[in-house]
């Protein structure tokens, strides 16, 4: 019952489309392709999580798990991978240890795409508020839940079914948190923290909340704005387009050499 659930919570978060604090210093990393240096600007205060994430494993201080023999390892990620998805006129995407797009380090964690809007209270009046209530509350209930509650599994299902987040709408934001034990505050969707935009560097994932090591430079000259709030953006490129558009010219497989914090 519980892997039902989950599957379905899993195909509803892709339908559907605060941490401790953080150094918000904006640190200078260097990837080194074999095509040439790419200078990036990482941008902790607005993806501070996200940041964490792509240096620590750049430089080998977070704990990851090799996809191919199941052992964990702290020792730079990065480090001979390649640009394994690359597609003219929008992205270079690099980041998978197998190169084929279908794996990461191990683990997943949440975007930071929106800042935190008010608290969210009594009745859910529409589905943008029923999506935080799912992303927040029901999402980590099941992950942690080895016998949810049937009538939780029933109003998931009906969402699935029709494709909405209408059936969540019967129930308040408070009957969910005493549903699932859930005492933490519940909050809406503030505003969008940074755009999909040229030159910046961004996490791919399979749908909200599932990102992992894998990443994307745009070169797009327009961005992508259809991407905005979808793909959570950590930082910017600086020194070294001419580098990235030589490698989206070449097409799949240029070696990343190293990626490191330089200052």
Known sequence: ????????LAMLLLTFGA?????????????????????????????PKTVENFTGLAMGTKEWTDPKSGE???????DGLTFHRV???????GGCPKGDGTSGPGYTFED???????ELKGALSDETKALQVFQQVLTPYFQASARPDPEL?????????????????????????????????VYAQGKLKAQVAYATICMANA??????????????????????GK?????????????????????NGVKIESVRVVE
């Open 1 to 8: 019952m519980k892997t039902t659930a989950m599957l379905t």
């Open 19 to 47: 941490a401790a604090q953080e150094n918000t210093e904006r640190q200078t990393v260097l990837m080194k392709t074999e095509l040439g240096d790419i200078t990036l600007e990482m941008w902790p205060d607005i993806a």
């Open 72 to 78: 964990k390892k702290s020792e730079p990620f990065y």
């Open 87 to 93: 597609i003219d006129d929008f992205m270079i995407q």
């Open 112 to 118: 930071e795409c929106f800042e935190q809007g008010e």
């Open 153 to 185: 599994i029933t109003i998931v299902e009906a969402c699935q079914e029709q494709q909405s987040g209408r059936p969540m709408m019967i129930h308040d934001v408070e009957w969910y948190k005493e549903k699932t034990g859930h005492t933490d505050p």
């Open 207 to 228: 749908g909200p909340n599932t990102n992992g090591s894998q990443f994307f430079i745009v070169t797009k000259k327009a961005g992508c704005d259809w991407l905005d």
């Open 231 to 251: 793909h959570t953006v950590f930082g910017k490129v600086t020194k070294g387009m001419d580098i990235v558009h030589a490698i989206e010219k070449k097409g």
